[in-house]
């Protein structure tokens, strides 16, 4: 098999940066130690920074399917409501499902945004006390309006907000107190650009008093477990240590940046991709909720997106992605989020126009 890299602008895994993968080839340590022990307590403001919370942060060493899994496990007392639009929010009913909890889907088009007049109507029977949410859906390039749908949330104040925002964080503001939101989660290989492996998960504290009360369902994935141990600045298991060491350097390299100026980038990243697929192709979202890190492009020419993606790796060295499940071929996804650049993506777009003749 050939070692050749191609520059990723698919919506995960995206691409590292050398310095990165350089700090995850940092000598092991006991994850038992003073030294881990420095370490995770190194991180945790720098999380809490990160997503403008005092609340815990936990690290999963697992995908965020895991940490999904970890959400309803631990937050659903009587019954969640799962609302759906696209293919990972369906996975979240999914795992609700399959773990035996009580759960309902609120289903709509996946070209169409949960609004919060929807949320408002289902909350207000009072039959759930969790609903769980994708802010950015990775499948669609569907951006669901996460403020408005907390400030609704709020109103009930029995029922828990559980947010997916795998393909948000990193590229996109997210006040987790501010927004009173209950569990944020994602994984690290999307917007904070590290190798996969590793989740970042925001537990309020209201979260984690109701997994103390809900009977055990689980044990790696137990809130209570791990942050008996969060509390010593350890893990329950031994975590991907590695991981540990990129993260930090992540963040410092963000802060660098600065967090507002990050956030700015990707909006210029998103500007230029859904400027480009308007003029030669379509977007699949509605309007008005298009997604500041991936774009879900329509295949309005019926385009090979094979071929291309093919010419494009094999001439060019760069990857972009299919549309997801039953979208592949009638969409595809250009993803603008992590360390790429606007000339990034330029040149991504040049690229293209030149292999399609646009």
């Known amino acids: 098999m050939r070692n050749v890299h191609s520059k990723l602008f698919t919506p995960g895994p995206t691409e590292v940066r050398p310095e990165i993968l350089q700090a995850m080839a940092t000598p092991q340590i006991y994850h038992r130690s003073p030294e881990f022990r420095e370490l995770y307590a190194e991180l945790q403001p720098k999380l809490q920074k990160f997503l403008y919370t005092e609340q ?87 951006m669901n309006p996460l403020p408005q749908i907390a400030e609704v949330v709020r109103k009930f ?22 927004l009173g939101l209950d569990v944020c989660l994602a994984g690290v290989q999307k917007a904070l650009a590290l190798p996969a492996g590793l989740a970042v998960c925001a537990v309020s504290d209201r979260a984690l008093k109701r997994a103390e009360a809900i009977k055990p369902r689980t044990y790696y994935f137990s809130f209570p477990v791990m942050v008996k141990s969060h509390k ?40 230029a991709v859904q400027r480009w697929a308007k003029q030669h192709f379509d977007i699949y979202p509605e309007e008005g909720y298009w997604s500041q890190t991936v774009s879900c492009i329509t295949n309005t020419r019926g385009i090979s997106v094979d071929d291309l993606n093919k010419t494009l790796v094999q001439e060019h060295g760069m990857r972009i992605s299919n549309g997801y499940g039953d979208l592949k071929g009638r969409t595809f996804r250009i993803a603008h989020m992590g360390d790429l650049t606007v000339a990034d993506v330029r040149g991504l777009l040049a690229t293209i126009d030149a292999i399609l003749g646009l």
Request: with cysteine; charged share 20%.
């Open 232 to 271: 010593k600045n350890e893990t329950p298991a031994t975590p991907s240590i590695p991981h540990l060491f990129a993260l930090n350097a992540q963040l410092d390299a963000m802060f660098a940046e600065g967090l507002d100026r990050r956030f700015a980038r990707h909006e210029a990243m998103a500007s």
């Open 56 to 142: 815990t942060v936990l690290l999963l060493t697992s995908s965020s399917t895991g940490a999904m899994e970890a959400a309803v496990q631990n937050c659903v007392g009587k019954k969640c409501l799962n609302f759906v639009n696209g293919a990972f929010s369906k996975r979240w009913h999914e795992i609700t499902a399959a773990c035996g909890i009580p759960c309902e889907a609120l289903e709509v088009p996946w070209n169409v945004a949960i609004k919060p007049e929807m949320v408002e109507e289902k909350l207000a029977g009072g039959e759930f006390d969790a609903v769980t949410l994708v802010y950015n859906e990775t499948s669609t390039g569907l």
């Open 157 to 178: 104040p029995d029922v828990l907000l559980l947010v997916d925002a795998v393909s948000a964080m990193g590229g996109v503001k997210i006040e987790f107190d501010a």
